[in-house]
């Protein structure tokens, strides 16, 4: 379970904003960084492919962090 907890901040649309912090949240920020390292490396040795999959890493993990950190672990879209 989330062991930072803010309350309900806003609301938008359906979903109530929160601040929370679990571990799978962390997990996810901790790739989406190794990525960026990732990004930078593969951009000195000019590889593409490398450049390509780092980019879409980080646009994945890193959103996922910071949606499951803004929306408390758990968003509740729909309901």
Known sequence: MPFINTG????IGNTTIHIG?????????????VAVFALVNSIKAKNILAI???VGAIATFGFFALATIFTFGYPTLGH
């Open 52 to 54: 390509i999959f780092s």
């Open 21 to 33: 912090v679990n571990t799978l949240s962390l997990l996810m920020l901790l790739i989406a960084v």
């Open 8 to 11: 309900e901040l806003f609301n």
